[in-house]
């Protein structure tokens, strides 16, 4: 079978004012991802393709995150903005290198699928010039309609100059679009400007097709997959499409969530086998998480690697760079970063444990801190295999605790501890009999205290 080569171009100049922030729209996140990142990872990639992305002037963020999610993306700048035909053009030049398809898609659509790219390009190679992508939408004001004679597409008609008829139409332009790579040039550059604002709409492609004979079709979408961010709000909905997806999809593969409702998930999340996550838990990007493993509830964990049969909570706070082994167990108001705590290690409760290895089976006792920074630099502490740490410790980085060693609780251990050694840093207790009755009577004037 030949395979066909495409180009997507992702138009991704807009400013977003509406946003009502200095971040590129593009470049704010849904399930911590960008929405740029997420169109560019839906595009077609691999043998054959190629991908475009139009960027505004000073928008160099934004050609940064597209070359980091795509090493291969060609980046051009829309000097001016004149429209969405006139931004396409602006990727001309590839464009010009020759593609069977040419695919065009906006950087603010981060719900839209490769599987929708595919069936938008599916028509082209039965000889189609355009295909359109459409949705049926629930209140369609404001929305260019489709207006289709049969199977063929003749026009998409803003909405402002429809008729009274044609607005009635529910099936509505999401946009993106598929051009015949050999057409589309010739296309583009008869798209013309004469309207209100003197700008070139894309959509008039359909017209400059039909006008030379040839065919443009629909594709059908949901609307949620092709909804746009112009708003915070708008980005809110796009989170909430985007977990309802990513917990389906966690479940449909074996994970248990309880409450699925509750649990906030990343795009990237890697989950194994008959894994259970309680109520309340938030994960960010960079989670792994192996066969078994149980995380309850309200613990936060971001850019972290569980091995198997891990425990995690309740409330616990995995910071990035921590690695479980497996079998280990961090316990509630457990906090962790940049920590690899191996196979059996158990934190069960109240502690710190940062800028640290800890060998496998050892115990991290109730208040035990790794105090890792002095002020100015970060320092690291290593216990070994089966170390027994004291509740209410606080090690001094750097420090090294032996295999095997045992620190008495309430130390503060300053210095290195060999394999199988003993030790506790503690004033030593004094008991004064009777001193707790005499302290009382001098505080109250020998009257009796009062209850």
Same mark, same amino acid.
């Given at each position: ?30 399930? +911590?991802?960008?929405?740029?990142? +997420? &169109? ?32 291969? %993306? $060609? ?10 035909? +006139? ?14 398809? &040419? ?20 028509? $082209? ?7 359109? $992508? ?39 332009? %999401? ?32 017209? &400059? ?28 909905? %796009? ?72 425990? &995690? ?65 970060? +320092? ?6 089966? %170390? ?6 606080? $090690? ?56």
């Amino acid at each position: 079978m030949t395979i066909r080569s495409s180009l997507t171009i992702v138009l991704a100049a807009g400013e977003g004012t509406r946003m009502r922030s200095n971040l590129p729209k593009v470049l704010h996140s849904v399930a +911590h991802q960008s929405l740029l990142a +997420h &169109v560019l990872g839906a595009a077609p990639q691999g043998t054959g393709t190629a991908l475009a992305v139009v960027i505004g002037p000073d928008h160099q963020a934004v050609a940064d995150e597209a070359k980091r999610i795509r090493p291969d %993306a $060609l980046i051009f700048v829309q000097a001016e903005r004149l429209g969405t035909a +006139h931004a396409v053009l602006a990727a001309r030049k590839a464009i010009a290198r020759g593609v069977d398809d &040419v695919l065009i898609a906006f950087g603010d659509t981060p719900l839209i699928s490769a599987e929708t790219f595919a069936r938008l390009r599916a028509p $082209l190679a039965g000889g189609a010039a355009i295909a359109a $992508l459409g949705f049926r939408a629930k209140d369609p004001t404001g929305y260019g309609r489709f207006i289709v004679e049969g199977n063929r597409l003749v026009a998409i008609r803003e909405h402002a100059d429809a008729s009274n008829d044609e607005r009635k139409i529910d099936l509505c332009n %999401a946009g993106v679009m598929a051009i015949d790579g050999r057409r589309a040039l010739a296309i583009l550059d008869r798209i013309g400007n004469a309207n209100s604002k003197g700008e070139y709409y894309l959509p008039d492609a359909v017209g &400059v097709a039909n006008d030379n004979g040839w065919e443009s079709v629909v594709i059908e979408t949901s609307e949620d997959e092709v909804r746009g961010i112009n708003t915070k709000a708008q980005l809110a909905e %796009a989170e909430g499409v985007m977990q309802t997806r990513l917990r389906k999809a966690a479940m449909d593969a074996g994970v248990t969530l309880i409450a699925p409702e509750t649990v906030f998930l990343a795009a990237d999340t890697v989950f194994g086998k008959d894994v259970t996550i309680e109520p309340f838990v938030v994960i960010g990007p960079g989670v792994s998480i192996a066969d078994g493993t149980v995380i309850h509830s309200f613990s936060h964990i971001v850019e972290t690697t569980l091995g198997k049969k891990v425990s &995690v909570g309740p409330y616990a706070r995995l910071r990035p760079g921590t690695s479980l082994g497996d079998g280990a167990r961090i316990g509630n108001f457990v906090e962790t970063k940049a920590a690899t705590l191996e196979a059996g290690v158990k934190v069960n409760h109240l502690s710190y444990i940062g800028d640290a290895t800890v060998g496998a089976n050892s115990n991290i006792g109730a208040g035990t801190i790794t105090c890792n920074y002095d002020g100015f630099k970060k +320092h690291k502490t290593v216990i070994g295999q089966g %170390a027994f740490v004291g509740t209410n410790s606080s $090690l001094v980085a750097p420090v090294k605790i032996g295999n095997g060693a045992y620190i008495g609780s309430g130390s503060v251990i300053t210095k290195d501890v060999p394999d199988d050694a003993m030790a506790l840093e503690r004033s030593q207790q004094t008991i004064r009999e009777g001193g707790a009755a005499r302290y009382r009577e001098m505080k109250s004037g020998g009257k009796k205290a009062e209850k």
